[in-house]
Nanobody, 127 residues
């Protein structure tokens, strides 16, 4: 079993920055890709960013490219999401996720590949 605990959410103004952290524990030897999802009220959960086990491969949804950066510290079993130039449309509950599938030259980890989920942290961006 793997447990994920997010932190770092909060209420900020448009243009501000936030850094989310996700501390993982448990059977981490089996974990490969990790990602951040978000779900806004009345909308489906979407994959925001993901990162391979080595950190060498990353994926971002178009709406956050150039503003968000995902990174991970395997020694600390922690994944981060640096969010800059925040917009009101970034308001959502942000979830950390982990899976046993990794990126490769021929495969990009899908949302359905993630097996473990955190409880979420609220990010609210006011205009």
């Amino acid at each position: 079993q793997v447990e994920l605990v997010e932190s770092g959410g909060g209420l900020v103004q448009a243009g501000d920055s936030l850094r989310l952290s996700c501390a993982a524990s448990g059977r981490m030897f089996s974990i490969r890709a990790m990602g951040w999802f978000r779900q806004a009220p009345g909308k489906e959960r979407e994959l925001v960013a993901s990162i391979s086990r080595s950190g060498g491969r990353t994926y971002y949804t178009d709406s956050v490219k150039g503003r968000f950066t995902i990174s991970r510290d395997n020694a600390k079993s922690t994944v981060y999401l640096q969010m800059n130039s925040l917009k009101p449309e970034d308001t959502a509950v942000y979830y950390c996720a982990a899976g046993r599938v990794d990126f490769s030259d021929n495969y990009r980890v899908l949302a359905s590949d993630y097996e473990y989920w955190g409880q979420g942290t609220q990010v609210t961006v006011s205009s």
